[in-house]
């Protein structure tokens, strides 16, 4: 049982995670990035993998622009 509801926890906890991504996100705050580790991998099919914070900003900067073109 207790594995259970720690399963139920950390998917509790990743949700709110994944909401706080796109509320920030979303209001192109920079905080963003600390929902993320410093080994953070992204992939993302036109540009491939990115890793760590950096490149996860720079890559989030591209898309930015590239959707407000």
């Known amino acids: 049982m207790a594995n259970v ?4 926890d ?4 990743m949700l709110v995670a ?7 996100a979303d ?11 410093d ?6 099919p036109k540009f491939g993998i990115a890793t760590g914070k950096g490149a996860f900003g720079e890559l989030a900067t591209g898309c930015w622009r590239e959707r407000n073109v």
């Open 5 to 8: 509801e720690a399963a139920v």
């Open 39 to 44: 080994d953070v991998q992204i992939h993302f």
């Open 10 to 13: 950390r998917e509790q906890a």
């Open 18 to 24: 994944v909401k706080q991504y796109f509320v920030r």
């Open 27 to 37: 209001a192109g705050r920079a905080d963003v990035l600390d929902l993320f580790t």
